[in-house]
C-alpha cells in the first residue's frame, strides 16, 4: 500500500509539474528517466520541396550514427526521430508532439520558410532549442526571430549578395531591366524582396515580378511573357523543384536573354542534368570543396547512398554536430545553457576554408558562401559534377558578415 500511493503521488507531481509548465507529463517522466538524448528532426519529404528533404533526412541520420559510434554524447546515445512536415499546420503540431509526448531535447530541420516559422512560434513557447537548416526567409532571422531559433541555412540576403556580387562583375545588374519568376509563398515573397532592395540599390530595375504557384509544372505561359518582356535579365526565385522545371523548360525555347539565379540548390540541377543549366546561381555548400572535413564527409556519404552530398545535406550534418559540441562543452541539454553558450560566437568547422559562428542577435551562423556556373559536358567528371564553384564569398581578405543581413536591413529583437 504505501509503496503504490508513493508510485501514485510521485506521477501525480511529476504530471500536476508538467501541466502547469505547459508539456505534458510524458515527456517529462520520459527526459527524467531516458539514458538517450532525443532529437526532432522535422523536413518536408513530399511535395515540391521533397527531393531537398530526402537529403536531409539522409544527412542527419549518418550524422546521428557517427555520433553514436563515437561514444554518443556526454556517453549517451542519441535517438533521432524524423518525420515528414507536410505543411505549416502539420509542422507546427508535430514539432509539439516531438516536445511533450517524445521529450525531444532539441529540434532539427525545416525547408519552408513558412512550416519554419510555425515551428518557431512551438519553440518559443516550450522554450525549446530549434536549428533551422533550410528556411531562408531574412523575416525568421529579422522581424519573426526567436530566442530559441538558430539558423545553420544562409539569409535571403546572403543569397542575393552571394549571386549578386558576380552580376555586378559581369555588369549584369547596372542599368539592365530585370524580371523575376518568384515562388509565391513566404520564401519567394522575401527573396523578391530581398533582390528588389539589391537590384535597385545598385542600380537596375525589376519591370516585372510573375508570382508562381508552387504546384506548378509548366512554364510556357512564363517563358512567353518572357519573351514578350524582352528583358536583360531573368531571375529566379523559385524553390524546390520549380526550379529544375522552369530550367528545363527555359531552355527548349531557346531565348536569347540570360537567366540567373537567387536562391538555390544543388539537386536542382541534378534533376535537369547535363546540358540544361545555364546562368549564374548561388551556393551555400558543394561536394568538390576540398578541405578535409569536407571531402570526409562527402566519401562517407558518397559510400552509404551511392551518390554525393547536396547542400541540404550539408546543412543537416552540420547543424547535428555543432549541437553535439555545444553539448560536450556545455555538459548539458538544456536549451537555455545550450543558447547561451552558442551566443558567445564559438567558431566551428563548417567543411569549408573558414570557420564559421552563430551571431548572437539574430542566431544567423556566418560563414562562406559560393557562386555556381554550369560546366560544359566534356569537363563533367561524373553525373554530378555538373557545376564550376566559384571562389568564396567573401574573399579572403573581407569580414565574413559582409554578406549577412545588417540591424539596419533586418532589425531583429529577442522578447
Not at 510521485?10 to 517522466?29: D, E, M, R, S
Not at 556526454?74 to 505549416?88: A, Q
Not at 511533450?100 to 516550450?126: P, Q, Y
Request: with cysteine; proline share 4%; net charge negative.
Amino acid at each position: 500500500m504505501r509503496t503504490d500511493l508513493t508510485r501514485r503521488t510521485l506521477l501525480k507531481g511529476a504530471a500536476g509539474t508538467a501541466l502547469v509548465a505547459g508539456i505534458g507529463a510524458p515527456a517529462v517522466l520520459r527526459a527524467q528517466t531516458s539514458d538517450v538524448i532525443r532529437v526532432g528532426h522535422l523536413t518536408p519529404l513530399t511535395g515540391f520541396l521533397g527531393p531537398l528533404g530526402e537529403y536531409a533526412v539522409m544527412s542527419i541520420k549518418l550524422a546521428v550514427d557517427q555520433l553514436n559510434e563515437q561514444g554518443g554524447i556526454m556517453g549517451r546515445k542519441v535517438e533521432l526521430i524524423s518525420e515528414d512536415s507536410v505543411n505549416p499546420s502539420t509542422a507546427s503540431s508535430k514539432a509539439q508532439r516531438l516536445i511533450e509526448r517524445d521529450g525531444v531535447a532539441l529540434i532539427i530541420g525545416e525547408i519552408s520558410s513558412a512550416s519554419g516559422l510555425a515551428i518557431a512560434e512551438v519553440a518559443g513557447r516550450t522554450k525549446t532549442l530549434f536549428v533551422n537548416t533550410g528556411c531562408n526567409s531574412d523575416a525568421l532571422r529579422g522581424a519573426d526571430c526567436n530566442r530559441y531559433m538558430f539558423h545553420v541555412e544562409g539569409a535571403n540576403s546572403m543569397y542575393v549578395k552571394a549571386s549578386g556580387q558576380a552580376l555586378l562583375r559581369d555588369g549584369m545588374i547596372k542599368g539592365k531591366k530585370l524580371l523575376s519568376l518568384t515562388a509565391d509563398y513566404a520564401f519567394g515573397h522575401d527573396l523578391y524582396r530581398v533582390a528588389d532592395r539589391f537590384v535597385t540599390q545598385n542600380g537596375g530595375e525589376f519591370i516585372a515580378n510573375d508570382l508562381v504557384p508552387t504546384d506548378a509544372t509548366d512554364f510556357s505561359a512564363y517563358i512567353l511573357r518572357i519573351r514578350q518582356a524582352q528583358p536583360d535579365l531573368v531571375i529566379s526565385n523559385l524553390a524546390g523543384n520549380q526550379i529544375t522545371s522552369f530550367i528545363k523548360q527555359y531552355r527548349e525555347y531557346q531565348l536569347p536573354f540570360p537567366i540567373a539565379g537567387f536562391g538555390f540548390d544543388t539537386a536542382l540541377a541534378w534533376g535537369a542534368g547535363a546540358g540544361a543549366m545555364q546562368g549564374t546561381w548561388p551556393c551555400i555548400w558543394y561536394h568538390t570543396i576540398s578541405t578535409p572535413s569536407s571531402q570526409a564527409f562527402t566519401k562517407s556519404f558518397s559510400e552509404r547512398y551511392g551518390k554525393p552530398p547536396e547542400n541540404q545535406a550539408w546543412g543537416e550534418f552540420v547543424a547535428m554536430n555543432a549541437i553535439a559540441r555545444a553539448m560536450e562543452e556545455t555538459k548539458s541539454t538544456n536549451s537555455d545553457d545550450l543558447i547561451q553558450h552558442m551566443e558567445k560566437g564559438a567558431k566551428f568547422d563548417v567543411l569549408k576554408e573558414r570557420e564559421g559562428y552563430f551571431r548572437d542577435w539574430d542566431h544567423q551562423l556566418i560563414n562562406e558562401m559560393y557562386t555556381m556556373t554550369p560546366k560544359e559536358k566534356g569537363q563533367m567528371s561524373d553525373q554530378w559534377d555538373l557545376m564550376e564553384l566559384s571562389a568564396a564569398v567573401p574573399g579572403a581578405d573581407q569580414e565574413l558578415e559582409v554578406i549577412a543581413p545588417s540591424k539596419e536591413e533586418n532589425a531583429c529583437t529577442f522578447a
